[in-house]
């Protein structure tokens, strides 16, 4: 029984089991050694509570790529931010709490602060510029402003394209990937931490590669709809 486990016990089981350990507000390394039952009865924690989040972060909410690809453009949009806002506000804090806690934290400590600055500046200029920009053109495609000129006139010299291919080049995680690669991990909280950033990885390639192999086209080829339907009208006025 889970219950009769220590805290260490648990995370060794599976490491992404500290991070419900960690939304429930348990530092798992705080006290490795003390059973989860005990833990339960000191913090007033509801046993039901516990599996069930357990049960959350185990389940696996990942989109098939088909699935995506089938999404309307505006819904895609959502669904990315939906992402960037678990990224930020659930996967990022539990790295960086668990990299604070690190003795050897050197490298990381220096690494981190400035990928977590990137990487939060990749996300905003995202939502702020391309996004808005694709959200015009998918509200002009269904005529739902009237003059989508002028709401297109303050990007100015912006260009979906070269988004495209600047997105297609970047790759935040490269120097703290070689780092994680390299650091041997002492204990069971560094295990964790490079767990977690690896598993970060995988999902920001994941992420990476439905904007770049599914936003990024939808959007290239409705930008090319909607000016020539814009065209298309200035010509006849
Ligand atoms: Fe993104
Ligand atoms: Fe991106």
Known sequence: MVFEK?????????????????????????EPNKALSEICKERGLNREKVIKSFYLFDGCSRLSFNEI???????????LKHS????????????????ENCEEKQEIQ??????????????????????????ILDKSSKGVISNPISQLLPFGNFSLAHEFEHHREDDEMRA????????????LKERVLVQEVKAFDREMLYHAAIENEIFFPKALKLEEEVYSLLRKKSSLN
């Open 176 to 187: 703290i990937r070689s780092l994680i690669e390299a650091f041997e991990p002492k204990s």
């Open 110 to 135: 220096k690494l981190l602060p400035e990928f977590v600055e990137d990487f939060i500046r990749h996300i905003y200029d995202e939502e702020d510029s391309v996004f808005k920009y694709v959200q």
């Open 69 to 79: 690809k089938s999404y309307p453009i505006d819904l895609l949009v959502e669904y």
């Open 6 to 30: 220590t805290l260490a016990e648990i995370v060794d089981e599976n490491y992404v089991y500290a991070r419900a350990l960690h939304y429930l507000g348990i530092s798992f390394f705080e």
């Open 84 to 99: 960037h806002h678990l990224f930020i506000k659930d996967k990022l804090p539990f790295i960086i709490h668990l990299a």
